[in-house]
């Protein structure tokens, strides 16, 4: 027998108590029949004697349910009701079917209690009556009742028996063979229906209606049952065959559980079946010495497939019933048998000791709870993988994941063999939410390491940026790309980075590994604008050696304010072959034309994907464009697509207000650019274009281009009239002149003057020397222009006369006659001065003189002073007056301090604080040294100190420096 043996029942064997009586209980030998009720076990004995026993196997009540000479056979308890059915019978008598009230009998005392106490009694008639009833049953609510004959008949009695409201019998089948099984079923449309079989056949009838052939069903017509060996399970009929389990429905359809043994008896309670057989391991030479042949007991747990339980006894089998949720059998030889299951914890125990895990999960499926379950699933799994069976271990492994410890369970997978088994781990602990960033990153490393295209594709699809998914899984992206570039899957690589906005390393892998510089570009055209940025700056010269038109163009729109990422869907790629021809282009006007009719030959979806942006009517940039200085260095060797580049931003950069500094940057860049691609041709007329666009660049832009730059670059270059144009902008008046000078440009010093004198001082004098340096310049400059020359210096005292005279007099060119009248008019007006000044000292003598001797008098003479009214307020003046020598009376209550005149005190104060300023300065020898050494006129600061009266304070120490 294949199924699998154990012992998940314990059997206690109840030997007959006498209860200090010498009457037998359930082991006397007449006892016909046996019943289990909810609350008491029934038997009869004596053939017509039924007993009550409780759940202490104690004798309660005993009554005579027959008259003598009756035999009870069947005894059963009508389930949910108060009653229980006894049949007896009698030869040459119809049997006797009594309805019996359990409550009545317990109540009533044991002396009123006889055969007449039944509640209904029905009198089953069969022919002659002279043949045994094989079997018996009824419908759940008692309303039909069949019985079945040795001679192959079925009587079917209907009625209210409950309520003892009469009956109606009928003879539902009749059969040559003798009936050795009867089950009645609700079947369809709530008819009933009746299970027959016989010792030849199995067949269903209805159990309304009368006894026609038509009605009946063949479930089985070549083979029967043996008395004994019929069950019923959930309306389907079981027959205990030797070679096993057969099961039918009412339809005739059938299947067998193989279950190799002879079957005497069987009996269905919960999910098992007990089964009666022989013991055919014992020796047939006990048997012939007198021996019972021995009984064996099974119990078949018929939704696992196992033998639950094995006992044998040495006698045979009575009766089986299942009471107080146990299973009991009762022998021959008077003991009664009690087969407790023992907890499922104990089962469990047993099949887990025997390393039966398989029947262990099935045996805890809806019984254990979940954790304990899959403690059982984890305990298989280590079983398992220590057999060696891996794969399937790991089915077991997956199924455990929520108790945690997955670290063991990883690092028992940890060689290469086993990687897929691995992969299969961590896929459901990522789909289960329990991944950490390390667990997602091994996994993504055991798809590369299977090379494992299709489920890398999935996860990047499924763990986009915009997914919800993304934003909980992690993982160690360096190392996923570098395994991926060692493996060789670079495409996937710069997926992962892109979908976990690595950008800078999706661009390097694309160009560095892949070599795609149309798919890198797309890709940072998607990307902010600040990352854009960061992205060019890294990668754009490389860029600029394989796409040069394309790169330049998304620099303009980045470093002009035009840029915009592309949020398409589908990123749009031009084909290099057509979108990056090898055509020198040297100028943004030229590139913008160019890039414009390349596109036209392109598809209608791709043809401005290139183009520089341009802004539209009213549209403003979105952002202030960053400094172009930082991407210089990614155009060393590429000056012609950087002069595109310059042009664009030099173009558009009033458009954002932008810093004027970063457009001198620009622009000195620019010009550089021109001298140094016109030098570098070996066209003279292409070198004169370069050299006329950086001239015109000059121009355009005066006043804003960095002269001392410009100049300088020219220098470089030798370029002459690049120096030129450097000169003509602020700040460079003086050499622009001396330019002129040295070239003898006549007019054009003139014209320097007359452009930048007012703002230039110098250039006067230098004008002055010029002039007069040469006959032949003196005469065409004129008469009128020196004078003017000569006139401005004299009047914005630029030059001393000395200093004039000093300038004129380095050459013979020069003579008294043009120069005549300005001396003689300084000289007239250094008279007039000095009459002026000695006006002026006499007077301030003449008023130094009368104040001393007001003083003197003063001090020396009484001063009478008679005045009548108060000069503060005008009224009259009365007794209480203050005079003052000023001549100035006050009322005393209106002076605020009597010993001040209001009128001449701050005149006074004035004075004294000049005074004490004179003082102060006298003190402070070294604000005078200060002052003297960064002074040009030391004269000049001398007497302005003594003029303040410094002198009368300080001894001081001129150095001869």
Not at 64 to 91: K, N, P
Request: glycine share 4%; charged share 25%.
């Amino acid at each position: 027998m294949s199924w699998r043996q154990f012992q998940f029942f314990e059997s206690i064997p109840i030997r007959d108590p006498s209860f200090g009586t010498e009457e037998p209980l359930y082991s006397d030998p007449s006892l016909t029949a046996i019943c289990p009720t909810p609350d008491y076990l029934l038997i009869s004995t004596s053939n017509y004697v039924i007993k009550f026993i409780d759940k202490d196997l104690k004798l309660i009540k005993s009554f005579s349910a027959y008259q003598e000479g009756w035999s009870i056979t069947y005894l059963r308890y009508v389930e949910g009701t108060d009653f229980f059915v006894s049949v007896a019978e009698r030869q040459g008598q119809p049997s006797i079917m009594k309805l019996w009230s359990i409550n009545k009998i317990i109540t009533r005392p044991s002396n009123k209690i006889d055969d007449a106490s039944y509640h209904t009694m029905v009198h089953v008639k069969n022919g002659n009556n002279s043949y045994p009833l094989t079997s018996f049953t009824f419908a759940s609510n008692f309303s039909i009742l069949a019985f079945g004959y040795a001679n192959g008949n079925v009587v079917l009695v209907r009625g209210d028996l409950l309520r003892d409201r009469g009956s109606s019998q009928t003879i539902a089948y009749k059969s040559s063979d003798p009936i050795t099984g009867l089950e009645i079923i609700p079947g369809n449309n709530y008819d009933p229906l009746l299970y027959i079989t016989t010792t030849a056949k199995i067949i269903t009838v209805p159990t309304i209606g009368g006894n026609h052939s038509k009605a009946e069903r063949w479930l089985e017509k070549s083979k029967g049952a043996d008395l004994g060996t019929v069950d019923i399970e959930n309306d389907n009929l079981i027959v205990g065959r030797t070679e096993g389990l057969v099961f039918y429905d009412t339809s005739g359809a059938s299947y067998t559980i193989s279950l190799d043994m002879p079957k005497k008896k069987i009996h269905k309670f919960g999910k098992y079946i007990l089964i009666v057989t022989s013991n055919t391991s014992t020796s047939s030479s006990l048997m012939l010495n007198g021996y019972s042949e021995p009984t064996k007991i099974i119990i078949a747990d018929i939704e696992q497939k196992l033998i639950s339980f094995t006992y044998t006894i040495a006698s045979t089998v009575n009766d089986i019933f299942a009471l107080w949720g146990d299973i009991f059998i009762l022998s021959t030889d008077g003991i009664l048998y009690k087969f407790h299951e023992k907890d499922l914890e104990e089962q469990l125990g047993i099949v887990v000791k025997r390393d039966l895990y398989q029947v262990a999960i099935d045996l805890a499926k809806g019984s254990v709870s979940e954790s304990a379950l899959l403690d059982i699933k984890r305990k298989y799994g280590d079983y398992l993988y220590s057999k060696n069976e891996t794969t399937e271990a790991m089915d077991q492994y997956i199924q455990t994941l929520s108790l945690g410890n997955t670290s063991e369970v990883i690092k028992k997978y940890k060689d290469s063999k086993e990687v897929q088994n691995l992969a299969r781990f961590l896929e459901e602990m990522l789909n289960q939410r329990l991944s950490t960033k390390e667990h997602v990153t091994l996994l993504l490393c055991t798809y590369c390491k299977l090379k494992d295209v299709e489920k890398l594709n999935v996860f990047i699809d499924k763990y986009d940026t915009d997914s919800n998914d993304f934003a909980r899984v992690d993982f160690d992206l360096d190392i996923v790309v570098e395994l991926c570039r060692e493996t060789n899957l670079l495409s996937h690589a710069s997926r992962l980075a892109q979908n976990s906005s690595y950008s800078s390393l999706a661009v390097d892998i694309l160009l560095r590994d892949l070599h795609d510089s149309q798919s890198a570009i797309q890709y940072i055209k998607t990307l902010p604008v600040e990352e854009t940025l960061r992205i060019l700056v890294e990668y754009a010269r490389l860029l600029l050696e394989s796409i040069p038109n394309a790169t330049t163009a998304l620099l303009i729109d980045v470093f002009t304010g035009k840029y915009k990422p592309d949020t398409s869907s589908n990123t749009k790629v031009i084909d290099a072959d057509t979108s990056e021809r090898p055509v020198l282009l040297q100028s943004y006007k030229t590139f913008v034309s160019y890039m414009s009719s390349a596109a036209n030959t392109l598809t209608a979806s791709s043809s401005d994907d290139h183009l520089p942006q341009k802004f539209s009517n009213g549209d403003e940039p979105t952002y202030q464009p960053p400094k172009p200085r930082i991407i210089f260095p990614s155009f060393v060797n590429r000056p012609n697509e950087f002069v595109i580049f310059l042009e664009a931003c030099a173009e558009s950069f009033d458009k954002f207000e932008g810093d004027t500094k970063d457009k001198k940057d620009i622009l000195n860049t620019l010009y550089e650019l021109y001298l140094t691609l016109g030098n570098g041709s070996e066209d003279e007329n292409v070198e004169k274009e370069w050299e006329n666009k950086a001239v015109s660049l000059v121009k355009e832009n005066e006043g804003l281009i960095d002269s001392t730059t410009i100049l300088l670059i020219s220098n470089i270059f030798d370029f002459d009239e690049g120096q030129i144009a450097a000169r003509n902008g602020p700040g460079f008046e003086i050499d622009l002149f001396r330019s002129c000078v040295a070239q003898g440009d006549v007019p054009g010093a003139v014209d320097v003057l007359n452009k930048y004198g007012e703002k230039e001082p110098e250039l006067y004098p230098l004008a002055l020397m010029f002039y007069t340096s040469d006959e032949e310049i003196l005469e065409k400059v004129g008469p009128e222009k020196f004078k003017a020359v000569l006139d401005k210096i004299k009047n914005d005292r630029i030059l001393t006369p000395l200093e004039i005279i000093q300038a004129l007099s380095v050459n013979k060119v020069a003579t008294i006659e043009l120069v005549k009248d300005y001396i003689l008019e300084f000289v007239e007006t250094e008279k007039r001065e000095i009459e002026i000044n000695e006006k002026l000292i006499k007077s301030y003598k003449e008023e130094a003189e009368k104040k001393r001797n007001d003083i003197h008098v003063l001090e020396s003479t009484p001063t009478t002073i008679q005045p009548s009214n108060c000069d503060s307020c005008s009224n009259k003046l009365d007794s209480e007056t203050v005079y003052f020598l000023c001549h100035h009376s006050y009322h005393k209550h209106c002076l605020a301090e009597v010993d001040k005149c209001p009128k001449c005190t701050p005149a006074r104060e004035t004075v004294s604080n000049i005074r004490e300023g004179q003082r102060v300065i006298g003190e402070r020898n070294d604000l005078f040294n200060a002052t003297l050494q960064d002074s040009d006129n030391r004269f000049k600061v001398v007497t302005d100190f003594f003029g303040k009266g410094a002198m009368d304070h300080v001894n001081y120490f001129i150095s001869n420096d």
